[in-house]
């Protein structure tokens, strides 16, 4: 086993990946360089000068265990997550979300970085990755130009910088009286999709409630540059109320199998996992807010009146890369295996996931430092189902790699039958029991609630 104290690694960006990885690769002994372009430049978003800055929101989302998010907030707690115990220290009131309050939960990580940890901190842009030695690079969503261009050396140019995500539905939530399954003129399998049939009046409603709905407003940081091709479906509507009809509403190639006759326009939804549980919403990404986007969905789409969202559609500007096709199964470049990617740049989505995958990375590197074997998460938890993501194993073959929150739509499905309002607590229950088996198989002493892992 080689000496990690031998061994240092650098990390590039100081958000929630990159501390996480910082972190948890100083309390195994590992000598960590934290390179972080604060305070010399910030991008756009950016305004304080601490670590971990919070931009968008100061919320966590659900602290509810049986939900997928509250699931991976208490599998990040019993693992001594530096960014969830930093969360809980500063928690400020929201009902069962775990908001913080963002000043002081930046400034405990940063402190406890440097002064708990001993990880070294150096400040100025990374333009270009390091010529030696173990490199993660956890540079979020707005990578500098400069860097991506650098990495466009490894990863190639498709790193994508707009966003655009539809939604994803609870397979179990979509009436099936009206959705039927087709292909269109019987590609692929035949049956590859499920098909939501919409007469002219029906249609109509719907692009008129999508002029109208209330939108999210860009960032300055995000100038609204759409690809054609995966344009938001309000940008669609307003060029003419057919646009859509001959867009990813067309019907060309479907026949309703119940009436016999052709719809007026279709919402497709895709298999988003290989178990068909979860649906994606092909074509429908959108700046609506999320509550526009429940209301007109579920109200103007027939067969959607009781539609579970796994996902709301958005836009946003982004850098991510390929990973199931570009990363090893430790997470480290497969063509340059001593660069590993952590955070929203590999396409996890939001502040928790990228903290999760920064500390999956940092047992990937110590694992590699030590010379032993990197064990992956058990599937059947939130980090696994995360990790499943980047690997591509949650997904049907040729699925396109886009950013996602942890969803119970990646997770392995359940066996046997049972309620739908059983199934949270089932999920939860399960990877309770399988994170338990694989703590000691990273040499990971539980954390029980009260404790932190300073």
């Known amino acids: 086993m080689s000496d990690v104290k031998q061994q240092r690694v650098t990390v590039i960006g100081g958000g929630l990946a990159g501390t996480e990885c910082a972190y948890q690769l100083a309390r195994r002994g590992v000598p960590v360089v934290l390179r972080e372009m604060k305070p010399h430049k910030r991008s756009p978003a950016h305004k304080s000068d601490t670590l971990a800055e919070l931009v968008c929101s100061n919320s966590l989302r659900s602290d509810n265990p049986e939900s997928a998010i509250g699931l991976l907030h208490a599998e990040l707690r019993a693992l001594g997550s530096l960014v969830l115990s930093s969360a809980d220290l500063h928690r400020v009131p929201a009902g069962d979300a775990l908001a913080v309050e963002r000043e002081g939960f930046s400034r405990e990580i940063t402190t406890r970085l440097v002064s708990g940890a001993g990880v070294e901190i150096v400040g100025g842009e990374v333009q270009r990755l390091p010529e030696d030695g173990v490199v993660v690079v956890a540079t979020g969503p707005l990578t500098s130009e400069a860097l991506t261009v650098d990495l466009e050396r490894h990863v190639g140019t498709k790193l994508y910088f707009y966003d655009s995500i539809a939604p994803i539905l609870s397979g179990d939530s979509i009436d099936m009286d009206i959705a039927f399954r087709q292909s269109r003129?019987?590609?692929?399998?035949?049956?590859d999709y499920l098909n939501l049939p919409m007469t002219k009046d029906e249609y109509y409603r719907f692009v008129n409630e999508v002029k109208a709905g209330q939108k999210v407003v860009p960032h300055s940081f995000e100038e609204p540059k759409y690809f054609?091709?995966?344009?938001?479906?309000?940008?669609?509507a307003e060029r003419g109320d057919e646009t859509l009809a001959y867009g990813p509403m067309k019907p060309v190639g479907l026949k309703d199998p119940r009436t016999g006759t052709d719809p007026y326009a279709v919402v497709q939804l895709r298999m988003e996992d290989r178990a068909g549980t979860a649906w994606n919403m092909v074509g429908f990404q959108t700046r609506l807010t999320w509550g526009e986007q429940k209301r007109i969905f579920s109200t103007c789409i027939p067969g959607l009146q009781n539609a579970e969202f796994l996902r709301m559609g958005q836009i946003h500007r982004n850098t991510f890369i390929d990973s199931p096709r570009l990363l090893?199964?430790?997470?480290?470049?497969?063509?340059?295996?001593?660069?590993f990617f952590a955070g929203q740049v590999t396409g996890v989505e939001g502040y928790v996931e990228s903290a999760a995958c920064g500390y999956m990375v940092a047992l990937a590197v110590h694992a590699r430092l030590t010379g032993t074997a990197f064990v992956p998460p058990p599937a059947t938890t939130a980090l696994g189902s995360l990790y499943r993501h980047l690997t591509g194993e949650a997904h049907p073959p040729d699925h396109p790699h886009q950013p996602t929150n942890v969803i119970y739509g990646l997770f392995p499905p359940l066996s046997g039958r049972m309620k739908k309002a059983d199934k949270r607590a089932a999920y939860s229950a399960r990877a309770k029991q399988d994170l338990a088996a694989w703590l000691p198989l990273v040499g990971v002493v539980a954390q029980t609630e009260g404790q932190t892992s300073a």
């Open 185 to 191: 003129y019987g590609k692929g399998g035949g049956d």
């Open 228 to 236: 054609e091709g995966c344009l938001p479906i309000e940008v669609m």
């Open 328 to 339: 090893a199964e430790d997470l480290s470049l497969k063509t340059e295996r001593r660069v």
